[in-house]
């Protein structure tokens, strides 16, 4: 199974600055899928960028964008201008793209902060 | 989230008791999933559909079964409730593997 790795329980950042946050994967598969999720305290999952394998380039969703490394395993999460409603667990997921129904593979979570 | 609801919202019951948890999508989509998170661990399969009657095992399977006999309804029971147990339960649903999942609003259950 894939094992995804979020190395940052908490992080904190100040309004309207930048934060990253990490996350590692380990697969041997070359195609896959790599997500964020946002969970704000309604628990609500919300998902905010997705980024297919094959792409070279990163992406970018509004003031989130991904630092995409395959080789490195590395998928992390940037946040530009953070607002308060920005503040949340973030999860990074894996998923394989051989076969339909494949499950997602979930991180342990960083909680953000964000201080006024 | 819009084509996915899961009920209740909350509930409490005694260890020993059976439960069921639902989750209903208007999407028409085949993949449906039970996740369950815990602090410290994300959120983890518990088991997924791929069809109305076709239910697998996922890695946390010990002590649930499922039940899909519409394409919309997919139903988790806890046999036998344990403290374990306690957790918050999601319901995801996919369009395919090039997408994201689209989660419901969750469950969050106490065995006391």
């Known amino acids: 199974a894939q094992t995804v790795t979020q190395s940052q329980p908490e992080m904190s950042v100040q309004e309207a600055e930048t934060v990253t946050l990490s996350c590692t994967y380990d697969?041997?598969?070359?195609?896959?899928?790599l997500f964020w999720y946002k969970q704000p305290p309604s628990r609500q999952m919300i998902l905010v960028i997705r980024?297919?394998?094959?792409?070279?380039q990163n992406a970018t969703e509004n003031r989130f964008s991904v630092n995409f490394q395959k080789a490195a395993k590395s998928f992390s999460l940037k946040i530009s201008d953070s607002q308060l409603g920005d503040a949340a667990m973030y999860f990074c997921?894996?998923?394989?793209?051989?076969?339909?129904?494949?499950?997602?593979?979930f991180g342990t979570g960083t909680s953000l902060t964000v201080i006024p | 989230d819009a084509g996915i609801t899961q009920s209740p919202r909350h509930k409490v019951t005694e260890t020993g008791t059976p439960v069921t948890l639902r989750c209903h999508q208007t999407?028409?989509?085949?993949?449906m999933y039970w996740y369950r998170q815990d602090p410290g661990h994300g959120l983890r399969l518990i088991h997924y559909?791929?069809?109305?009657?076709?239910?697998d095992k996922g890695e946390v399977s010990d002590g649930y079964s499922v039940s899909r006999s519409k394409t919309e309804d997919f139903l988790l029971t806890l046999e036998s409730a344990t403290s374990s147990q306690t957790s918050v339960y999601f319901c995801?649903?996919?369009?395919?593997?090039?997408?994201?999942?689209?989660f419901g609003s969750g469950t969050r259950l106490t065995v006391v």
């Open positions: 697969t041997s598969e070359s195609d896959y899928y």
């Open positions: 980024q297919e394998a094959y792409k070279q």
């Open positions: 995801a649903i996919s369009g395919g593997k090039v997408y994201g999942y689209t």
């Open positions: 997921a894996y998923r394989s793209a051989v076969g339909a129904g494949n499950q997602f593979y």
């Open positions: 999407e028409n989509h085949r993949y």
């Open positions: 559909s791929y069809g109305v009657k076709d239910t």
